[in-house]
């Protein structure tokens, strides 16, 4: 497996796993697979120059995809967002190499701190985050409606 981050010309790519995701785990991600697929090309484009977006391959396939996103309030916070693995190769290994990723990018830009958001029924993510040192802050939300059953809460890593 390797993980390779996306670049200018790989909207489309970008756009076909995260459709992928969206369609998989919908109670994961605050953004709907319909609001995804609605998206510009141009909108595909900008998201891979303003977020680094990393994507496991395995067999020629993209399994999984990561991306780090700046926090817009401060240069010592990113955030770890976007995070997916196929189903059929979860418990694998590839969370753990997306997230590791991640983390390198983080500390390559002087982040001090990695912060995600994950959803409290997701107990895999939840296990897979602590494992790598993401500890949870109190922090809650709830989805607007109609998804207001989804709860999560905020884990944070500290790099530095």
Do not use: C
Request: net charge negative.
């Amino acid at each position: 497996m390797d993980i390779v981050r996306l670049g200018p010309g790989e909207e489309a790519r970008l756009r076909t796993i995260r459709l992928k995701a969206l369609h998989d785990a919908p109670n994961a991600f605050a953004t709907t697979a319909a609001e995804a697929a609605a998206r510009t090309p141009e909108s595909w484009s900008t998201q891979i120059s303003v977020l680094p977006t990393f994507v496991a391959v395995r067999d020629g396939q993209d399994v999984g995809m990561v991306r780090f996103a700046p926090d817009e309030e401060s240069t010592e916070m990113g955030w770890l967002i976007s995070m997916w693995v196929s189903p059929e190769i979860r418990g694998e290994g590839v969370g753990g190499a997306l997230i590791d990723a991640i983390v390198d990018f983080a500390t390559s830009t002087g982040v001090a701190r990695l912060a995600l958001d994950v959803a409290d029924q997701n107990a895999p993510a939840i296990s897979l985050y602590a494992s790598k040192g993401f500890v949870p802050t109190g922090e809650v939300r709830t989805f607007e409606a109609p998804r207001q059953h989804v709860h999560e809460h905020r884990r944070v890593l500290k790099l530095r």
